[in-house]
């Protein structure tokens, strides 16, 4: 008889971080064309959808790239955590943080011309965004309270406080059945490209990408935050004041989350409007930093698969008609692949005769 | 007379390393079988396949003269067929009492387990090998003997013919190391054999009938006790001639360097862990701290490296008061320190080693400009400088650190250390686990440094270590220091009787 038995990598095969990815993706597609083919469809032909909605043309790029912004962002702030060794799950409300008080500097500063508003909606999304991320890393550093429930549950806060917002004080007055602000001012409107709704986000998201990286592999600190994050006990050990470093890296990270924000409404909607805010990209941020594992070029990488997944799912709902519960099947299960692929970075499979 | 257990030709193969190479090893009923050998000589891999833990590449068991079939050799099997482990890190329930513990041991426990039975069996085996053991009493409030005493017992209770002791004595006091040797005997003469993994070379000659010798893998030899001496063991371990007695410079202490007046810490748990310690270390001076492990020697080395706040007394270093002393602050003042931690404290496991060697410089301007971006070349260079100074054997230079053996590892601890030039240095258990080409390296740096006029501080449960390398030892018991002497005036003996608080009932 034959088993199959589970043993630890002795060492570490750097062709596997590219292996196991291309290897899960090829696995996920087989096992994501049995969702199509219980449903009547032909699944090449769905898959052959999916990739031309997402990659087709300029506009399927453009849409693809619309969709990667916001999880670039909600992405490497968790990356910044992941490398540390914090959970940050408050994403989410930090970028809603950060499109509220984008918003409310778009009304204050209105009068201001583009260079002057635009870094301000900025400069004032990543304080609100950072200072959501402030109390979990006070709470962590001071009295030891688990930073995944303390910022899970401030995104609570901040939606629903957004929501508040919407529906009372900042409700535009032109509409009031609905909730919504009125529109920013030409000012505190990005350019958009080529006809689509490309906006610059995704240039001060590369920005963004590449200085992280940098600081990773070539600054002193870089350097002391992965010491932390692999193990607190020689970070202190080594001199490093670990709390203040904890705390610097949940603000920095709720500020970036924060200016993700920003730049979703002051790039895309224009305004602040109910349900149109985040489409769950600080949860899908998680993911994003997961699978780049902490490194920020490749979150660039996974921000444009998981876009196009989006958009290719969205094709497959215009074109063969599914209804979303399809897609977000097939969705659920390309992530379930790749999250379980990354378990035989570390472990092997080998088959053992028995008895 | 048959032997109960016999291994041939056994191979053994981890990815890019031969972890035995056809090993032969018997035991005999009721014989003490010492298996020695340097770290990596193959020991523990031999010991995990004889329990069934690892699966072997080649070779073949026999169990009283039974072929085993490989494929159904388990640790379950293993334990069937009466082959026990004493593990050196008890696995035992620490909230639960002994008797419990033990009951978890019988693998045919019923539903609703027999527990007077099991006290019975307790019973009989505390006087028949006189492994006495209170069935009621929780395991985290039995000391280090004790904990021993269960897991022997639990083995037993599977009815074990083999016993696996893996450096049982290593975290024993001389004392409480004797007691287990009369346990071990009686247990050899009822008919159990034990294999018995020891560094140190004079227990396996008072105990043994037998070594066994492996080196790098391979099967060096077997030879009986009577036939045999420890300087040519020693030279079968390492392959050459070994001088494990350092030689040492003449004492001539200096300024006093470190100054600990009165101080007081508590521990984890928030008890008292020193109580009202003074001591001073010298330039030029090796300081001994000799005590069994849990009476404040992790917490001493805490306070003074600033990784632990004092509660009472105060701390000088050079005449600076550091009392309230943080790990910056004590770098700043020059105190290096070698962790008893090695792999959680004194390294980053997953990083190279250029990471590891500039952990507390990387800020130096020779390192990084304005403390901001690291300067790769610079760090690189003296890395490679260091590896060969210290002559440290790596696969590559930017492979995880975790992957260096002890010994290796130990270096890059010491060479960092070390290149910072301290003016005190506190190492702990420094040469703990480390074969004896390594312990004689670290012994010989400390030795370096204590003639360049460095103060050290050695903590250390090796007295023989102790004795050979410290200038002045000084005895902690329950967080206090019971008695400073001259190493020339004492003994191993009175060292031993001292530090489990001895000296209160002989005075």
């Known amino acids: 008889m034959w088993r199959l038995k589970i043993e630890k990598r002795l060492s570490y095969n750097k062709w596997l971080d590219y292996f196991v990815p291309v290897a899960s993706m090829v696995l996920a597609l087989i096992a994501g064309s049995f969702v199509f083919l219980i449903n009547g469809a032909n699944p090449f032909e769905a898959y052959k959808e999916m990739f031309v909605g997402a990659f087709g043309d300029g506009y399927a790029w453009s849409e693809t790239l619309v969709q990667a912004t916001p999880l670039l962002f909600t992405g490497l702030a968790i990356s910044l955590t992941l490398r540390t060794l914090l959970w940050n799950i408050g994403a989410e409300g930090q970028f809603f943080m950060g499109a509220m008080a984008a918003t409310w500097a778009a009304q204050y500063f ?246 | 007379m048959k032997p109960y257990v016999e291994l041939k030709y056994i191979t053994k193969r981890f990815p890019g390393v031969l972890a035995l190479d056809a090993v032969n090893f018997n035991v005999m009923p ?75 041991a019988d693998l045919s426990i019923p539903f609703i387990p027999d527990f007077d039975q099991i006290r019975k069996t307790i019973a009989d085996f505390g006087t028949k090998y006189q492994l006495d053991v209170d069935p009621d009493a929780k395991i985290w409030q039995l000391s280090v003997s004790e904990k021993q005493r269960v897991e022997i017992i639990k083995a037993l209770m599977h009815g074990s013919k083999i016993l696996i002791m893996d450096e049982p004595t290593a975290v024993l006091t001389p004392q409480e190391a004797d007691e287990l040797f009369k346990i071990v005997k009686k247990l050899a003469k009822e008919g159990t054999s034990i294999i018995f993994i020891s560094h140190k070379l004079p227990e396996v000659f008072e105990i043994c009938d037998r070594i066994t010798v492996l080196r790098k893998g391979e099967y060096i030899g077997t030879v009986n006790v009577a036939d045999t001496n420890e300087k040519d063991l020693a030279k079968m371990m390492v392959g050459r001639e070994v001088f494990l007695q350092t030689e040492k410079a003449k004492y001539k202490p200096g300024l006093p360097v470190l100054v600990l007046k009165n101080i007081s810490a508590l521990s984890d748990r928030r008890i008292k862990a020193l109580n009202n310690l003074s001591l001073t270390v010298h330039e030029s001076e090796i300081f001994g701290i000799a005590g069994v492990s849990g009476n404040g020697q992790k917490e001493l080395a805490e306070v003074i490296t600033g990784l632990r706040p004092i509660t009472n007394g105060n701390i000088h270093v050079n005449g600076n008061d550091i009392t309230e002393n943080t790990p910056r602050k004590a770098i700043k003042e020059g105190i290096g320190h070698i962790p008893d931690d090695r792999i959680g404290m004194g390294v980053v496991p997953d990083l190279g080693m250029p990471k590891s060697m500039v952990l507390k410089n990387y800020k130096e301007s020779r390192f990084s400009f304005k403390g901001i971006f690291l300067k790769k070349a610079e760090i690189t260079n003296y890395t490679k400088k260091l590896i060969k100074k210290f002559n440290i054997k790596t696969s590559g230079m930017s492979s995880p650190v975790k992957l260096l053996s002890g010994g290796n590892l130990q270096k890059v601890i010491l060479a960092r250390e070390i290149s910072e030039e301290p003016c005190m240095m506190v190492a702990v258990h420094p040469t703990q686990g480390l074969d004896i080409g390594a312990t004689e390296f670290v012994r010989d740096t400390l030795e370096k440094q204590r003639v360049d006029g460095a103060a050290i501080l050695l903590i250390s449960e090796d007295l023989e270590e102790l004795m050979a390398v410290s200038d002045r030892i000084g005895v902690i018991y329950e967080g206090e220091i019971m008695d400073i002497m001259l190493t020339k005036d004492t003994t191993i003996e009175d060292l031993g009787l001292k530090m489990t608080g001895g000296s209160h009932v002989a005075a």
């Open chain 1, 110 to 355: 209105s009068q201001q011309p583009p260079w002057i508003l635009i870094p301000l909606l900025m400069l004032s999304a990543m304080v609100a965004g950072g200072l959501w991320g402030l109390p979990p890393a006070i709470l962590k550093t001071k009295l030891k309270v688990n930073e995944i429930l303390t910022t899970l549950l401030l995104n609570y806060v901040a939606i629903f406080f957004v929501n508040y917002l919407l529906y009372g004080p900042w409700k535009d007055p032109m509409y009031p059945g609905f909730p919504q602000t009125p529109r920013y001012p030409d000012a505190a409107i990005l350019t958009q490209y080529f006809n689509t709704r490309l906006h610059t986000g995704i240039l001060i998201g590369l920005v963004v990408a590449v200085i992280l990286y940098i600081l990773y592999k070539k600054t002193g600190w870089g350097y002391k935050i992965q010491v932390i994050g692999q193990s607190r006990k020689t970070a202190k050990y080594a001199g490093i004041r670990v709390n203040r470093n904890i705390i610097r890296v949940l603000v920095i990270s709720g500020a970036i989350a924060g200016l993700g924000g920003m730049l979703q409404i002051s790039g895309l909607q224009h305004k602040l409007r109910l349900g149109g805010i985040s489409n769950n990209y600080g949860y899908t941020g998680i993911i994003v930093a997961f699978l780049a594992n902490g490194n920020p070029l490749a979150v660039i990488l996974v921000a444009l698969f998981m876009g196009a997944l989006i958009v290719g799912g969205d094709s497959l709902q215009i074109t063969m008609g599914f209804g979303k519960g399809v897609v977000h099947m097939f969705e659920g299960m390309v992530l379930f692949f790749i999250l379980a692929g990354e378990s035989l970075k570390r472990y092997k499979l080998r088959w053992v005769k028995h008895g």
């Open chain 2, 30 to 104: 009721g014989e003490i079988h010492a298996l020695l050998g340097e770290n990596g000589a193959g020991k523990t891999v031999l010991t995990n396949i004889l329990s069934g833990r690892y699966d072997l590449n080649e070779g073949e068991i026999f169990i009283q003269g039974e072929r085993i079939d490989p494929s159904k050799w388990s640790a379950r099997a293993a334990l069937d067929r009466g082959i026990g482990m004493v593990y050196q890190d008890f696995m035992l329930v620490e909230e639960h009492t002994v008797l419990e513990n033990i009951a978890l």
